[in-house]
C-alpha cells in the first residue's frame, strides 16, 4: 500500500507561483505513474501533469508552459512547481500514482488547496 501526503498548497495572487510536494511511504519507481490531479468546486477532477517510470511526461494544455512536474527517487518525492498561477488554476490538488500506467490510479492523496486571487 502506498501512501501519498501533499503539501504545499497556499493562496496566491494571480502570476505568483507556488510549488507543490508529494511524498510517498514507497519508492516512487515502484508504480508506473505519478501524477497530479485538480478539481474545482462543481468541477470534475483532471489530470494536470503526469510523469511515467521511464521519465514521459505529459500535461494538461491549459498549464503547459506554466507548470513543471519533477521527481527525486532519493527523496521518495514528485513535485508540481506552478508559474504564472491563475484565478482559473484555483482548485485542490492531488497527487496520485498508477501500478500499471493504465490511466486508473490506484493511491491517492488527501489534497492541497491552492488558491490564486485575482
Known amino acids: 500500500q502506498v501512501q501519498l501526503v501533499e503539501s504545499g498548497g497556499g493562496l496566491v495572487q494571480a502570476g505568483g507561483s507556488l510549488r507543490l510536494s508529494c511524498l510517498s511511504s514507497?519508492?516512487?519507481?515502484?508504480?508506473?505513474?505519478m501524477a497530479w490531479f485538480r478539481q474545482a468546486p462543481g468541477e470534475q477532477r483532471e489530470l494536470v501533469a503526469r510523469?511515467?517510470?521511464?521519465?514521459?511526461?505529459e500535461y494538461l494544455d491549459s498549464v503547459s508552459g506554466r507548470f513543471t512536474i519533477s521527481r527525486d527517487g532519493n527523496k521518495k518525492s514528485v513535485y508540481l512547481q506552478m508559474n504564472n498561477l491563475k484565478p482559473e488554476d484555483t482548485a485542490v490538488y492531488y497527487c496520485?500514482?498508477?501500478?500499471?500506467?493504465?490511466?486508473?490510479?490506484?493511491?491517492w492523496g488527501r489534497g492541497t488547496q491552492v488558491t490564486v486571487s485575482a
Open positions: 514507497e519508492n516512487i519507481f515502484m508504480v508506473s505513474v
Open positions: 496520485a500514482a498508477s501500478k500499471l500506467d493504465n490511466s486508473r490510479y490506484d493511491y
Open positions: 510523469i511515467n517510470v521511464g521519465g514521459r511526461i
